[in-house]
């Protein structure tokens, strides 16, 4: 098979065969990661302006689910919300593997009766330092009768990774005797067959300054690691930019003297 040349002037291009199937691959591959990672740079952008919004918006009424029976919880994602409404602690439960600091703890995830339905809603109250025996679940005090409360809607996220019995976890939970007071993730699908109430898709984390039976509540911007995204965005694009450097260098030579004749 005869070698694909082209000649300039002084210099030839004469790429070699593996060296071109290399960069045919190698640079749609590299560009197509660092999009990937712009990409996701782009989307924790955009929550965290909406998670920064949302301080200085106007709280809006929570949507129940009978008001509007087709909610877009996307739509709802970081927005201020006021909801009154009575605690019930029946079907509370705490969140574990939570950090404050370098100390270790649980969220309260207590469910909230809205008024004037039958409706309820979830609230992360915040954070409780665990016992020095974990096994040991903390007490927590719940104020009782109506109460509005003023927070940031949550959307769980749906993937969960756990290493615990799925099977018998979700029997016990079907069944308010055996209640499971601490749980590893927050499985809104698992919660939704355990209790014997409507509950919202949407969960509000309580905001900082209500004293509607709150606890350490140092959220966090979701969106992190922004830059990060970006360098590794921008590292994969030299790599594409230096494949086809590499493969130019490899392939281009100056022609000889005595060869021009």
């Known amino acids: 098979m005869k070698q694909l040349q082209f000649r300039m002037h002084d210099f030839v291009f004469k790429p070699s065969l593996v060296g071109s199937l290399l960069t045919i691959v190698c ?3 590299f ?3 660092g999009l990937w990672q712009f990409h996701k740079a782009q989307s924790k952008q955009r929550i965290h302006h909406a998670f920064n919004q949302a301080q200085t918006d106007q709280a809006l009424q929570f949507p ?3 008001s509007n029976p087709s909610l877009n ?5 970081y927005k201020k919300v006021v909801v009154t409404g009575e605690y019930d602690t029946k079907y509370q439960f705490l969140l574990d593997n939570q950090m404050e600091g370098n100390r270790a703890g649980f969220h309260v995830i207590t469910p909230l009766k809205i008024d004037g339905t039958s409706e309820y809603v979830l609230v992360n109250r915040g954070w409780i330092v665990a016992n020095n025996t974990h096994a040991d679940i903390p007490a927590v005090d719940t104020p009782s009768g109506p109460l509005t409360i003023e927070g940031q809607v949550w959307v769980p996220s749906k993937k969960i990774f756990t290493l615990e019995n799925k099977s018998q976890h979700e029997g016990n939970t079907l ?3 055996s209640w499971q007071p601490v749980w590893q993730n927050m499985n809104m699908a698992q919660y939704k067959q355990a209790v014997p109430y ?10 900082q300054k209500s004293q509607a039976g709150g606890f350490i509540r140092n959220w966090q911007v979701p969106a992190e690691r922004i830059t990060t995204n970006l360098g590794y965005a921008y590292q994969w694009f030299g790599f594409a930019l230096a494949t086809l450097l590499i493969y130019l260098y490899m ?3 100056r022609v000889r003297p005595e060869s021009r004749l």
């Open 175 to 177: 069944k308010s005797e």
């Open 64 to 66: 129940t689910i009978q």
């Open 198 to 207: 409507q509950i919202s898709d949407l969960v509000i984390k309580l905001d």
């Open 31 to 33: 560009i197509h990661f």
């Open 251 to 253: 392939s281009i030579s």
């Open 27 to 29: 640079i749609p591959l």
């Open 73 to 77: 919880v996307e739509e709802w994602k």
